[in-house]
């Protein structure tokens, strides 16, 4: 499996700011999935990042709020925009194994917004 | 509406205990049914299954997919306080879609 870095590893924010996820895999991959976990809650799919298009957000989530980047196969960023303590989540990144059957993950930015 | 349930949400045992965690999916063109744990914020892959009857073990955990009836099983035997963690059952369908369910929290006390 790919190893995955993520960082923060958590993160106490004021409101109305904004905080930026880093995500780096030693391998290159095509998908990249963020994922958010409210607390006591399960994994919810914020987006899709392809390399070298926009990504895909899924129902309830924009642009806006949750910028991504993907600037290489190896290489992404999400960004948690004008914060609210609503926003107080673990962040997690994600890819698919090879063939695209595994997502795995990395370990997770807690983020507290006060 | 694609879903999936798993129960109970949480369980807890003593040492040397045997449990089952159950996930129940309804999801268009099902492809896998996927376990995780996760122990602190990172879920770390289980087992992955895609067919019917064919158990996967690792150690004392081993799970099975029921593709007639929708479930899959995760079993623990002789749990440890190390198996503590909440378990995630996920279910892979359509071209590239993937759920996940609310997760079954156990513990385990010594």
């Known amino acids: 499996s790919a190893v995955i870095s993520q960082k923060p590893s958590r993160d106490i924010c004021q409101r109305g700011t904004s905080l930026t996820i880093q995500c780096q895999v030693d391998?290159?991959?095509?998908?990249m999935f963020w994922y958010r976990q409210q607390p006591g809650q399960s994994l919810t799919l914020i987006a899709t990042a392809n390399q070298g298009s926009e990504a895909t957000y899924e129902s309830g989530f924009v642009i806006d709020k949750f910028p991504i980047s993907r600037p290489n196969l190896t290489f992404s960023t999400l960004t948690v925009s004008n914060m609210s303590p609503e926003d107080s989540s673990i962040y997690l990144c994600?890819?698919?194994?090879?063939?695209?059957?595994?997502?795995?993950f990395g370990a997770g930015t807690r983020l507290s917004v006060l | 509406e694609d879903k999936v349930v798993q129960s109970p949400l949480s369980l807890v045992v003593h040492e040397g205990d045997t449990v089952t965690l159950n996930c129940s999916y309804e999801?268009?063109?099902?492809?896998?049914l996927l376990w995780y744990k996760q122990e602190k914020k990172a879920p770390t892959f289980l087992f992955m299954l895609t067919s019917s009857g064919i158990e996967k073990k690792s150690g004392r955990l081993s799970s099975i997919l029921d593709k007639k009836e929708l479930f899959s099983i995760l079993n623990i035997t002789a749990t440890q306080t190390g198996d503590s963690a909440i378990y995630l059952c996920a279910a892979e369908y359509n071209n590239n879609d993937m759920r996940f369910g609310a997760g079954t929290r156990l513990t385990v006390k010594p």
């Open positions: 999801v268009t063109n099902f492809r896998s």
């Open positions: 391998s290159q991959v095509t998908m």
């Open positions: 994600s890819v698919e194994n090879s063939i695209g059957q595994v997502r795995y």
